[in-house]
């Protein structure tokens, strides 16, 4: 199982607009998107600092995709 890369609240944000995901509400430096299909999550936006590891995965496991997914759309 691939690690999981370090990413900033951009990149993620591009990553999940590629997967088809809408934002549809910010408090704060919380934003939170979804899809059509019901999946939702919440991106923490802190500009400049990199997303921790445990809230990437909990955004993975809301998103339904592997880390090997995840990676393979980042670098696309």
């Known amino acids: 199982m691939p ?3 370090i990413v900033k609240a951009r990149e ?7 997967l088809g ?15 059509g299909d019901g999946r939702r999550t919440t ?5 400049g600092k ?3 590891k ?3 995965k909990s ?9 090997k997914e995840f990676i393979k ?3 696309s």
Request: aromatic share 6%.
């Open 21 to 35: 995901f809408e934002e549809f509400h910010r408090v704060g430096s919380h934003a939170q998107f979804k899809r």
């Open 3 to 5: 690690k999981l890369p």
């Open 59 to 67: 955004i993975l496991d809301d998103l339904e995709i592997s880390i």
């Open 43 to 47: 991106v923490p936006i802190h500009s």
């Open 50 to 52: 990199d997303i921790k």
């Open 12 to 18: 993620l944000i591009r990553v999940l607009r590629k």
């Open 54 to 56: 445990k809230t990437l």
């Open 73 to 75: 759309i980042l670098k």
